[in-house]
């Protein structure tokens, strides 16, 4: 038996981005974000609330940094979702996180989290949802110690958790289950 649970923006699981930018004063800003996600090859895509100090950031210096929140640093990442840098000028050094610039983009790097991509903005729009903006993947930082011994990103090591948007709970990603193209390839013989 199935229920009907109406219109709602239901999935899971769902990211925690840190989308960290600079301000006029170049004041580090993050927030977090759970509607944003990879939307093409070089490409990744947000959704921001239009009165957050991020919108505003972004749309004077075309840059931001989006990195992978790690359970290590749950605290200062859901801190980043509740604080805005538009009514706390000091959000960020309150994390007690740091930030270097970034030698790609006009945004800071959050040395403490373990896998960031480096974006400059190419599209920056109002829709009917709000602002909307594409960046272009100009680079990728990761800790060295989250890669395996081929030099890949190894999941199990990035301590990554996700958004549950139905509870609003953070969850530990569990073990791996499956490979991608193989685990159903048998199927593809019957
Ligand atoms: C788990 C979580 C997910 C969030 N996802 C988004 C999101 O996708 N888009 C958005 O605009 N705000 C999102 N927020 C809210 C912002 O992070 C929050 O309003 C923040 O204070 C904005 O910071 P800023 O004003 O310094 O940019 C989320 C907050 C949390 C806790």
């Known amino acids: 038996m199935k229920k009907d649970l109406g219109v709602k923006p239901y999935l ?3 990211p925690v981005l840190m989308i960290a930018t600079y301000g006029d004063d170049g004041a580090v800003d993050v927030m977090n974000m759970a509607w944003g996600g990879i939307c093409g090859h070089d490409m990744v895509s947000l959704n921001i609330d239009d009165d957050h100090k991020t919108s505003e950031n972004i749309r004077k210096r075309h840059a931001f940094t989006l990195s992978v929140a790690d359970i290590p640093h ?6 980043f979702g509740i604080a805005s840098g538009n009514k706390m000028p000091d959000k960020f050094e309150r994390s007690g996180l740091t930030a270097e610039k970034s030698q790609k983009v006009d945004a800071p ?34 800790d060295t110690d989250v890669l395996d011994e081929k030099g890949y990103v190894d ?3 990035l301590n990554a958790f996700v958004f549950d948007q139905f509870q609003s709970g953070y969850y530990a990603i569990g073990e791996k289950v499956g ?6 390839a048998p199927l593809m013989k019957k």
């Open 12 to 14: 899971f699981p769902m």
């Open 74 to 79: 749950i605290e200062a990442a859901d801190f």
């Open 109 to 142: 790097i959050v040395r403490e989290f373990p896998l960031t991509l480096e974006c400059e903005v190419v599209e920056d729009k109002m829709e009917v949802y709000g602002h909307h903006v594409i960046g272009r993947i100009v680079g990728v930082l990761a």
């Open 155 to 157: 999941p199990t090591k």
């Open 179 to 184: 490979q991608a193209w193989s685990t159903g």
